[in-house]
């Protein structure tokens, strides 16, 4: 967890905020598709929601540090994760595949 956080960090780090939102989630996507695929036979489920909920944050954080002052009221609600899977965001959420029993 705390390598994958890591890398999330290095990849929204908010020197990132010039970047088009879809550059990012394009670079992020690799990360977390390795690192689900890595661990989705296992009881990940509540990792994988923490992981989708600070991806989301981070990604939130960094439109805020992007539109600085012209940032108007309540426009950062709109920013949900909803929304940036509109824009191509990989969740983790829902892809935990248990293995058949024998």
Known sequence: MKRLRS???????????????RDVIADLNPVLR??????????????FRQIDNYVV????????KKRGRNLRTGQHLAWTEEWFSGHGLYRLRG???YPKAA
């Open 34 to 47: 390795g690192w689900g695929n890595y661990f989705k036979t296992g009881n990940a489920a509540t990792k």
């Open 57 to 64: 944050w981070r990604l939130c954080r960094l439109m805020i």
């Open 95 to 97: 892809t935990i595949r």
């Open 7 to 21: 890398k999330v960090c290095e990849r929204t780090d908010h020197r990132r905020s010039g970047t088009d939102i």
